[in-house]
């Protein structure tokens, strides 16, 4: 029995050094305590820190820092890098870069102008120090961004530039960090370390933005089908990302940065690698490092003396002041309103991920000390609150002034109605495809399932063959959900597929169908009597698609569009869907259309406050369909809106194109569509 009390005493002596104890209690912390504080409305991320202060060696000494701890907070601070260059929108990015350049000089060069003089003078730091702290300044974390995102005011350009600004702040702070890092070091600036500097960077982002980009597009092609093993590749160009960064002489979060910068246009938002991802780094590696980082936090110097305080209060206003005149700035030269100024504001006053990194791979090269480091945290909490009510109180602003009516009338507007997507299925060869696809262009602030329908003929077998039917689509349901994205399946009776397609659809008031691309051979035509029965008695928008290569490998969208394609009902539909393609892709869009399409496109983009990286080429002559292939790529997608013969966008030479897109662009992705 004492043998038994002196092992249970061993196991549970402070600090715990059992490894399976340590890391249930940190899963069990990282369980518990968003839920216990999530009542008061504490930021989650400042959960996590307080809850590493409690249990850390300055705490009540349940943990101590131990190699484990380290690796695992490493791995925490490379994921919150890797994913803040992979979640950036470059495609909104490109439309509004100048304006983005603009913001991003005004949030990098304000803060570090005020924040250096702060830190040298007042607070009595060196240069490094001083510097590396007021750099800090200028990062911003994108906390506030679900509120924007939610309240459909993402769109707005005010929301766009602030985005922007993140890709020029977080790189440009980075190269400060290396910078800081070599002069901290024995010997400091000198022209060798320029040098070597100049060319190991040059070549690491050669690798990264032209060697690694080839890599992974041919991995996702021969791997198409090896789902799990997407995930460990992106995993592994992580971390060689970083270490190669180590061997040019910078910082490995700087590796892990470019990495996600690298596989950006590769890993779709709404993909299921891109869930994996997130998933992985939001329940374990990110918490953890967040937790590690509090139990940096030496609470005792906060009360030790005035130096402390007076940091952390520094610390808070130099950022908080820093930020504001940035948006300020931004407002007057491009004259937004002030709801505009203060989503700017609220979006880059936070300061959580390269924030983190930053003044934690300081402290660790002791450049910075823990009052620094205490006050980081601190203001991290003081931020986090801030930028919350600011930009959720600029939302609801902006929402107001865009309707003209209270923001709870515009909820109850039609312009918030559920989407709903039907997917009818001829065979399951090419469902997976499809319902990729689906995903790919559903809204998603949709709560509505993805309705997967199959239809069997009304005979004797009509029971078996539904009940075999819904067997088979099981198997869909869990790739769907592996992107988060619910799945409805529906087997139905009906003397023929094409009623119980359309019946279907009304049931389900559907916005539109996707459907997979007709079977043909030869000069045969594309559009059979079965497929033109199911789009002549479905009266709702019916996409076609046939994928011939991964989404994510994609380089550009081709776009035809036949005159009066503006006044169908369901122009505004199929633009946005463009849009959704292109954004979820970060591929830009070519239009081949008339000046009136053209017109009519631009000015619905405008009224709805969308943006897309839009290039037009005017093109009439559909009789000479095949003129637009000659600047055409095999990793195109080329997508043609038609129109239902009897439509006032239908013309006959509409019905021959089809057959010319499945012999003349045999190796491209294909989609048609044929509008409400």
């Known amino acids: 029995m004492n043998e038994f009390l002196e092992i249970l005493y061993h196991e549970f002596e402070l600090p715990l050094s059992n490894p399976v104890l340590v890391f249930s209690l940190i899963l069990l912390i990282i369980l518990i305590s968003p839920i216990l504080f999530r009542r008061i409305n504490i930021p989650g991320i400042i959960v996590l820190i307080i809850s590493g202060i409690i249990i850390g060696p300055f705490g009540v000494g349940l943990l101590e820092q131990n190699a484990a701890i380290d690796l695992f907070s490493k791995i925490g601070l490379l994921y919150i890098m890797f994913i803040a260059g992979l979640e950036l929108d470059m495609n909104q990015f490109k ?18 102008a005020i924040g250096f003089p702060v830190c040298f003078y007042l607070l009595g730091y060196d240069f490094n ?54 002069n901290a070091q024995e010997g400091g600036l000198t022209y060798d370390f320029w040098v070597r500097l100049v060319i190991s960077l040059s070549i690491f982002v050669a690798i990264m933005f032209f060697i690694v980009p080839r890599i992974a597009k041919w991995f996702f092609t021969t791997m198409e089908k090896e789902k799990h093993s997407h995930y460990i590749f992106v995993l592994t160009v992580v971390f060689l990302a970083a270490f190669m960064a180590e061997l040019a002489g910078v910082e490995d979060i ?98 959580a991920a390269a924030t983190l990194a930053v003044i934690i791979v300081g402290y660790n090269a002791g450049i910075i000390d823990i009052n620094i480091l205490n006050g980081t945290i601190i203001l991290i909490l003081i931020t986090s609150i801030v930028a919350t009510l600011a930009t959720e109180n600029a939302a609801k602003n902006m929402l107001a002034e865009a309707k003209e009516v209270d923001p709870e009338e515009i909820k109850k507007s039609e312009s918030f109605k559920m989407e709903s997507i039907l997917l009818p299925l001829a065979n399951m060869v090419n469902l ?54 619910s799945v409805d399946v529906t087997a139905t009776i009906d003397k023929d597929i094409a009623s119980g397609i359309s019946r279907k659809s009304k049931e389900l008031i559907a916005d539109f169908l996707v459907m997979g691309w007709p079977t043909s051979s030869g000069d045969e035509v594309v559009i059979g009597d079965k497929m ?34 503006e006044k169908m009902e ?107």
């Not at 700087?254 to 992985?280: D, Q, T």
């Not at 559903?442 to 003929?457: A, H, M, Q, R």
């Not at 078996?464 to 819904?470: D, G, P, S």
């Not at 009266?539 to 994609?554: M, N, Q, Y």
């Open 95 to 112: 439309v509004n870069r100048n304006k983005s350049f603009t913001f991003g000089f005004f949030t990098f060069i304000l803060p570090l």
């Open 532 to 565: 033109a029965g199911i789009i002549n008695k479905t009266p709702k928008t019916v996409f076609l698609c046939r994928v011939e290569r991964p989404w994510a490998t994609h380089q550009k969208l081709i776009l035809a569009v036949p005159p009066n394609s």
């Open 570 to 676: 369901s122009f505004e539909l199929w633009v946005k869907k463009v849009i959704k393609i292109a954004e979820e892709l970060s591929v830009p869009i070519l239009v081949n259309c008339g000046k009136e399409t053209q017109a009519a496109i631009e000015e619905l983009v405008d009224k709805l406050n969308l943006r897309a990286p839009f290039e037009f080429n005017e093109f009439t002559d559909w009789e000479d369909f095949l003129i637009i292939s000659k600047n055409i790529q095999p990793e195109d997608i080329v997508m043609l809106i038609t129109a239902r013969k009897g439509s006032i966008a239908h013309q006959p030479i509409l019905d021959k194109i089809p057959i010319k897109l499945e012999n003349y662009f045999r190796e491209n992705t294909k989609i048609m569509v044929f509008p409400q």
């Open 129 to 182: 120090a001083s510097f590396l702290t007021a750099s800090m300044f200028a990062t911003h974390t994108l906390i506030s961004y679900p509120i924007v995102s939610k309240m459909g005011v993402s769109k707005n350009e005010a929301v766009a530039i602030t985005v922007g600004g993140t890709i020029l702040t977080d790189t440009a702070v980075l190269i400060i960090l290396a910078v800081i890092m070599g």
């Open 432 to 485: 997976e495809d499809l319902l990729e696809f689906a995903v790919l262009i559903k809204d998603k602030s949709s709560e509505n399932p993805v309705s997967i329908l199959t239809v069997v003929p009304n005979d004797e077998q009509a029971e078996l063959n539904i009940a075999q039917a819904r067997t088979r689509l099981e198997d869909f349901v869990k790739q769907a959900s592996a992107t988060e994205t």
């Open 254 to 351: 700087i590796g892990a940065f470019l990495a996600g910068l690298a596989l950006n246009r590769l890993i779709p938002h709404s993909s299921a690698l891109m869930n994996r991802i997130e998933f992985m780094g939001n329940s374990l590696f990110i918490p953890f490092f967040l937790i590690s980082v509090g139990m940096l936090v030496d609470i005792r110097v906060i009360f030790s003396g005035y130096m402390a305080i007076l940091v952390a209060i520094t610390l808070s206003v130099v950022a908080i002041a820093g930020k504001w005149l940035a948006a300020f700035f931004t407002q007057l030269v491009y004259k937004y309103t002030a709801s505009q100024r203060k989503v700017i504001f609220g979006l880059s006053s936070g300061h």
